[in-house]
């Protein structure tokens, strides 16, 4: 009994010191957005609601810990993130499990894939808002300094996106103590403004704000849009759900995060309520004692940075899923860390949302301005999270109609009124991330269209394999020895590649195998169910690998599991045939519009190849060229 007891405890010291870490891990990874919030959220919601005044600081108060408490802790850490696509979470895992569910899901698909654009929006205005925040609080110790808080902030963006490429296997291991502490500094310095003045804790109150939305008419309706920036990061407990699990970052936000971002809004709220932030400070500055501003400031730009680095890698691995699941050119993806496989680098993503950051952050100046075009992109994201949550209520879990309406109906009854509100906005810079977003949703459905042209186009080209096979031993053409290994998104019959090579070359390896690679709507797949082998003739294997929209190809590595598996060929000894089609133009009209074929004729001829995507060795890879019109 004794031994039986001392190995229960040291298993529950291992799982707890695991648990530990991965709460340690989220606390550095997922909270980096929604908890440098408190650097803007309360002060521009005064400046929008008209000025410092104790009754407006009581009322936003309010109003910033209800959203708090229902989009964040209520909707996405207890009721969205038991949504889960095999353990994975996000708007595009989230789409593509309801994509499982329904037959006809069209409109599951523009959902998701709309609100994935708009996440590319959010990644690039989060780091401009967020290092402007930070930086411009040096404006309080540091009057002088305030024409060199924009250059400051443009060389702070510029070295994170540099830094990029070197991954953050290193400096990730500091991100959770780092961010501790940040949570707990803002947490110390709003329980010394409570102190000073505890009736601001009346706020917990609803009616509070309840009645400073009536009172206040169109101004606190406005208000509403400022008030939302205090949950923008809540979209990304979701997303970042498979790298952490949901307990350690339900955990985390009820015993860390949420405590010190209510302490820290409501002690901004007491000093307004006191009188002592004048008019233009920032409360958040305020509440620090003057001495202790200088390391505020520095810890402050820190914690931005790695709100902005999580932003950054998670468009990286937002990306990685729309590619794989046939909505996204191929892309150089470079990994970053042998053992993390969530630590990649994407060139292309990189330095567009660098470019995007610093238009933004000059263009607007300030985080004042800023926050005109932030939170429309992330409001409308969650409320179609709702849509698909009510989807996924009545498919995945077989509620009620009446009970799916009345909770995802709330839900999405409070994310329609911070995107109404939003909405004000749009001429002030909400139009910006709209306009990515509509962008980069139109080039994905062009995508999408193009390859499904394609490969239509390429079935009509295929030859009956049997046929195949009679005209080789009739034309006599000869058998060479070697594995020839022939990609195609064809998986029936002899893929026009085979025959092209046979019409141009005059001769065959003795051992054929036609792949086609499947990317699942799952993020994993056993390996135990990852090849289809099916021999089609002698030495001559139709294999059909399935990977997860998770999950990188490597199909060197295929091919050792397909030659333990019953296939013979000698594995030193194989050449791999790659097709690479030029897009043109279908004379007849009868294809996609000239100007779709025109956009993505240019995404495929700029798309990474196909021997860097699957980790083919390039000194084994022959391309043919052929022309498709679609």
Known sequence: MTTIAVTDS????????????????????????IGTSPLYTLKTALDWGGGVTPEAALGILSLIV???????????????????????????????LLGIKRRQHLGVIAIGLFGAALLYGDGAITPAISVLSALEGLKLPLPAIAPYVLPLAVVVLIGVFALQSQGTARIGRLFGPIMIAWFVAIGVLGLGGVLRHPGVLAALDPRYGIVYLLSHGFTGFLVLGAVFLCATGAEALYADMGHFGPLPIRLAWYGLVLPTLLLNYAGQAA?????????????????????????????????????????????FSMTRQAIQLGWCPRMHITQTSPTG???????????????????????????????AAFGIAVSLTMLLTSVLLFLAMREVWHWSLPLALLVAGLFALVDLSFVSANLMKLFDGGWVPLCAAGLI????????RGTIAVADRLEILVEPTERFLARLAADGVPRVPGTAVFLTKTNEMTPP?????????????????????????????????RLERELVAENFWRLTPRYGFMERPDIPQLLAQALSGGCHFDPDDVTYYVGHETVLHRIDGSGLPEWQEAVFAAMERNSSHVSDYFNLPRDRVVEIGRQVEI
């Open 10 to 33: 040291g298993q529950h010291a291992r799982r707890s010191a695991g648990l530990r870490a991965l709460m340690l891990g989220a606390i550095g990874v997922v909270f980096g957005d």
């Open 66 to 96: 209800w959203t708090l408490v229902i989009t964040t802790s209520i909707k996405y850490v207890a009721v969205v993130m038991r949504v889960d696509n095999d353990g994975e979470g996000g708007i595009l895992a989230l789409m593509s």
């Open 441 to 448: 949703y139109g080039l994905m459905m062009i995508w999408h």
């Open 497 to 529: 590649i085979v025959v092209w090579h046979v019409r141009h070359n005059r001769a065959l390896h003795r051992h054929l195998l036609v792949l086609t690679v499947r990317f699942e709507s799952v993020p994993w797949i056993n390996d135990a169910e």
């Open 341 to 371: 496989y969530g630590q990649i680098y994407v060139a292309f993503v990189n330095w567009s949302l660098m470019a995007l950051t610093l238009a933004l952050t000059i263009g607007f100046g300030s985080s004042d301005n800023l926050a």
């Open 271 to 315: 000093l307004v309520v006191e009188g002592a932030v004048p008019s233009g400070d920032n409360p958040f500055f305020v509440l620090c004692p003057s001495l202790l501003q200088l390391p505020l400031v520095l810890l402050s730009t820190v914690a931005t940075i790695i709100a902005s680095q999580a932003i950054i890698t998670g468009a």
